[in-house]
């Protein structure tokens, strides 16, 4: 049996308040443990948007109601940079969105990104969902203003080699991968989709081999998994307007497994980028007694009928891969085993100092 630490996920939609029929704080952080998570970091792009004191309450009142695992939420980066910023609130981070969202959180004009780089306290970090030419740009400011950015869920060969040179002239640039982004390539659309193109909708969108190929190349530059578990039903995938987006919270591990047991990465690598680098970048406490048990053996065909996200599908259907999560201890307190969660809604606590 391999022992694990507790996976920490820095990216995860939960889409509570607003959209509870996809997934809420109950059935997303159960996900979470059957996938041998143990943290999670959740986005702010939910109905209403997370942007204010306000609306932290809203997410964080459920989150004490309903978490399986811990957590910490992220605070959206707005227009009112003002009412943003102040008073100092519980939070992750501040999630900016300059590329692909909707609504009020959407950045496209620069200088507010530049008045967010200056104002937002310097001891919490910003992350920003950028892609090609504005991650260019971002990582710009990052230099100007002489502080940190992490980018989420690069995709390209041109971002991962962006980064590395950013990283080589001591810019403070880190950066997260999604497994979709490692796993699956645009060929792969029309499996997913099964005749319905939306399933393969997902932001940024899946890329060349060429591209995948150098994500893989440019392990060392990565800095986390992440998932950007990004659940909606399939009714919605399979409708007139098809909302970008995949699950993943549960099939995180295994597919690193198998590529680990494919002798693509290493388990500790797995341990680095999914916990070690994910605590000094967001800043978390570390969870004691807490571990995963897997027995790495173990061959199984991933089915989305028998996971815990409300969604009920995922891209992996059908895919064959080593490595079963068997037991979650989170805090000393069995909560997770055989994929039955046993950690009661509640249990999960915030990480945020003052949460």
């Known amino acids: 049996m391999l022992k ?98 909707f609504g009020e959180l959407r950045l496209d004009d620069m200088t507010l990104w530049q008045q967010h780089f200056r104002t937002w306290p310097r001891n919490l970090p910003i992350v920003a969902h950028s892609e090609s030419r504005s991650m260019a740009a971002v990582i710009l400011m990052a230099a100007i203003y002489d502080r940190p950015v992490h980018i989420a869920h690069i ?31 645009k060929d792969d659309i029309p499996s997913i989709s099964q005749g319905y193109p939306g399933r393969g909708e997902v932001r940024p969108r899946l890329a060349t081999r060429e591209d995948v190929e150098a994500l893989w190349a440019n392990l060392d530059v990565i800095d986390c ?37 494919d002798g693509r990465l290493t388990v500790d690598q797995i341990i680095e980028k999914s916990m070690i680098n994910p605590r000094k970048i967001f800043n978390l406490p570390e969870q004691p007694e807490t571990w995963v048990e897997v027995d790495e053996w173990a061959r199984y065909e991933i089915r989305a009928a028998e996971m815990h996200s409300r969604c009920g599908w995922t891209p992996f259907d059908g895919w064959q891969v080593r490595g079963r999560v068997r037991r979650v201890v989170l805090r000393g307190q069995e909560a997770c085993l055989d994929g039955k969660v046993l950690a009661p809604p509640g249990f999960g606590q915030n990480v945020c100092q003052g949460g």
Not at 29 to 42: C, D, F, H, K, P
Not at 155 to 171: D, F, P, T, Y
């Open 155 to 185: 995709s390209l060969k041109e971002e991962v080699l962006l980064i590395k040179a950013a990283k080589e002239r001591g810019i403070q640039v880190t950066c997260e991968v999604s497994p979709h982004h490692l796993f699956l390539t």
């Open 4 to 101: 694990l630490p507790g996976l920490i996920d820095p990216h995860v939609h939960l889409r509570e308040p607003g959209a509870i029929h996809k997934e809420d704080w109950d059935s997303g952080t159960a996900a979470a443990l059957a996938g041998g998570v143990t943290l999670i970091l959740a986005m702010p792009n939910t109905n209403p948007p997370i942007f204010d004191a306000e609306t932290l309450d809203l997410a964080l009142d459920a989150a004490r109601a309903k978490a399986h695992c811990d957590y910490a939420q992220f605070l959206g980066a707005g227009p009112a940079v003002r009412a943003t910023h102040a008073p100092p609130l519980p939070v992750a981070g501040l999630k900016m969105y300059l590329d692909s969202t």
């Open 225 to 261: 998994f992440a998932t950007d578990h990004a659940p909606h039903t399939l009714a919605e995938k399979t409708g007139a307007n098809p909302p970008p987006g995949f699950p993943g919270l549960e099939t995180l591990l295994p597919l690193l497994l198998t590529a680990s047991d």
